[in-house]
């Protein structure tokens, strides 16, 4: 997980107390859940300012909430597999809570807040821009903050079409410096797009933003005939 993470705890305690949920012992992680969730909106409206300088200020809160959301954490949390490392107490353990997005949202933020206590804010920065990046490419200014995936769904079932069929076609690298490859099938085309990134989600977003722009191309060619 540290290593998908890109960052190593030097004090073991602290990332095993980011990772204790409240039902399982007196001491749990909702304290770093408090700094995390402080320190990743702080990054995220940091980063947001300095990417879109010409976007208004409703835009960038857009983003940022599109951003930082139960569903994106939670979502972060399975690409690291926190599910399986998080300390539950028994019932929580039998009702699924392993996968229960609240739960994971929070541990998300109680490992970021670890980090900034464990490595400093430089550190902490860094964590939340790498595993954010796939996510912050759209451009607020063209009016919509979702990103391709999304807007990709939306399409095909406004149309009443299947939703969009992604595929791993091939995973290159060592574990650490993985590459994923990754095609994604639409109705609306004979052809399938594809996309490579550092994960699976940003390879998706890629063949998603692929799969858009051959969308855009084909009708800008049957409005020309």
């Known amino acids: ?26 001491n749990h992680n909702q304290r770093l859940e408090f700094l995390g969730d402080a320190v990743l909106g702080f990054v995220v409206a940091e980063a947001l300012y300095q ?53 994971l949202c929070d541990a998300m933020e109680a490992v970021l807040g670890a980090i900034y206590l464990d490595g400093g804010a430089d550190a902490c920065r860094g964590c939340i821009l790498k595993l954010l990046q796939d996510h912050m490419e759209h451009n607020p200014a063209d009016g919509s903050s979702k990103d391709a995936k999304t807007r990709l769904q939306e399409l095909m079932q406004a149309g009443g079409h299947a939703l969009p069929d992604y595929q791993v076609v091939a995973i290159r690298g060592e574990e650490h410096e993985q590459e994923f490859e990754v ?10 797009s594809s996309g490579i990134g550092r994960t699976r989600r940003l390879a998706e977003q890629q063949a998603a933003s692929q799969a858009l722009r051959l969308l855009q191309h084909a009708q800008t060619q049957d409005k020309n005939k």
């Open 1 to 26: 997980m540290q290593t998908r993470l890109g960052y190593h705890f030097r004090t073991d305690d602290l990332l095993a107390l980011a990772l204790t949920h409240r039902s399982a012992e007196k």
């Open 51 to 103: 990417r879109f300088p010409d976007a208004p200020e409703g835009d960038l809160s857009q983003l940022r909430a599109a951003l930082v959301n139960r569903e994106t954490l939670a979502g972060l949390a399975r690409e690291l597999d926190l599910g399986g490392l998080l300390v539950l107490g028994q019932g929580e353990r039998k009702s699924g809570g392993h996968q229960r997005d609240s739960i």
């Open 183 to 192: 095609s994604c099938s639409i109705a609306l085309l004979d052809q399938r």
